[in-house]
């Protein structure tokens, strides 16, 4: 069964404090891993896709990287609005259709 | 260039009334995922379609619990008997093909008194 676990669950930062967020997965074959950011009260919103190790995605403060066992999602000088619970998935094997995510990372950045 | 669109965004019900869930996918999307989050979990896999067919249920309880996709309208994830167990956020996903990132609606807050 495929497995994601995320770390830390939560994470106070400071504006301008950079930081990573971690996913390590255990998948029998990876179709892909992917990250979403989560609003309060709203649904997951789509970040990054990531297929293959050594593979980076990056967008504004934010970087996603991926080797063969994990992911890493580097926030570089957050700010407020950043603030979210920041979630990975993988894709189940066969279909690539079903999707198990990790219980997320709770970002906090403060002013 | 409208997202997932779900409805209602918040419904309450009462013990063994039924919930009905609405989820209209992106245009040009025909791949529709049920997700449910209970409280202080995790997102959870219930049930994948397409177009007229249950392509892989196997997160979704085996009773009280059925979706469909119509050739028209919307996709419905229904409750029936409901209990308060059932109290969660149900978000609805769409994608274009089933290997392409799912986009995700805002979700149903379903409240069981």
């Known amino acids: 069964e495929d497995q994601v676990t995320q770390s830390p669950e939560a994470l106070r930062l400071q504006e301008g404090e950079s930081s990573s967020l971690n996913c390590s997965y255990t998948v029998s074959g990876l179709r892909g891993l992917f990250w979403y950011r989560q609003d309060p009260g709203k649904g997951p919103e789509f970040l990054f896709t990531l297929y293959s190790a050594g593979e980076e995605k990056e967008k504004e403060r934010l970087k996603a990287t991926l080797t063969k066992k994990e992911s890493f999602l580097h926030i570089t000088a957050p700010k407020p609005e950043d603030s979210a619970t920041y979630l990975c998935?993988?894709?189940?094997?066969?279909?690539?259709?079903?999707?198990?995510f990790g219980e997320g990372t709770q970002l906090t950045v403060n002013p | 260039n409208a997202g997932v669109m779900q409805n209602p965004r918040h419904l309450v019900r009462r013990r063994g009334q039924e919930a009905r869930l609405r989820c209209s996918p992106m245009?040009?999307?025909?791949?529709v995922y049920w997700y449910r989050q209970l409280p202080e979990e995790g997102l959870k896999f219930m049930v994948y379609?397409?177009?007229?067919?249950?392509?892989?249920e196997s997160g979704m309880p085996k009773e009280r619990f059925s979706a469909e996709f119509p050739k028209e309208g919307p996709s419905i994830l229904r409750i029936q008997q409901v209990v308060r167990g059932d109290s969660a956020a149900y978000f609805c996903?769409?994608?274009?093909?089933?290997?392409?990132?799912?986009?995700f609606g805002d979700g149903t807050r379903l409240s069981i008194l």
């Open positions: 379609l397409q177009k007229e067919n249950i392509i892989d």
């Open positions: 245009k040009g999307h025909s791949h």
């Open positions: 996903a769409s994608s274009p093909t089933p290997n392409q990132p799912q986009h």
């Open positions: 998935a993988v894709p189940e094997e066969t279909s690539g259709s079903r999707l198990t």
